[in-house]
């Protein structure tokens, strides 16, 4: 039902967007969130943007990332910029709603130095 896109190689300095593309409309959402899991590590939440368009992210990324919404596209984005080798992972989305949890497969990131 989610289906994460965008990953790639890209240099250290580069940028990414991922999406996240829902294949039907979800209602009762409470929050719209990107994971990350680095080779080894546990996973890690990234960003948050809830329905009415607030957004949160963890500290690593604040001023790098930026995370949207597009409803009539039905997407879900994480544009990536300045991306870091630390910055390497597979990144998954999320839809918490009020019935419950959707997860999306993840999309790899490696960053190169």
């Known amino acids: 039902q989610l289906q994460a896109s965008g990953g790639g190689l890209v240099q250290v300095g580069g940028s990414l967007r991922l999406s996240c593309a829902t294949s039907t409309r979800i209602i009762g959402i409470k929050a719209m969130r990107w994971y990350r899991q680095a080779p080894g590590k546990e996973r890690e939440w990234v960003a948050t943007?809830?329905?009415?368009?607030?957004?949160n992210y963890v500290d690593s990324v604040k001023g790098r990332f930026s995370i949207s919404r597009d409803r009539a596209k039905r997407t879900l984005y994480l544009q990536m910029n300045t991306l870091e080798p630390e910055d390497t992972a597979v990144y998954s989305c999320?839809?918490?709603?009020?019935?419950?949890?959707?997860w999306g497969q993840g999309t790899l990131v490696t960053v190169s130095s």
């Open positions: 999320n839809i918490d709603t009020v019935y419950g949890t959707c």
């Open positions: 943007i809830a329905p009415n368009g607030s957004v």
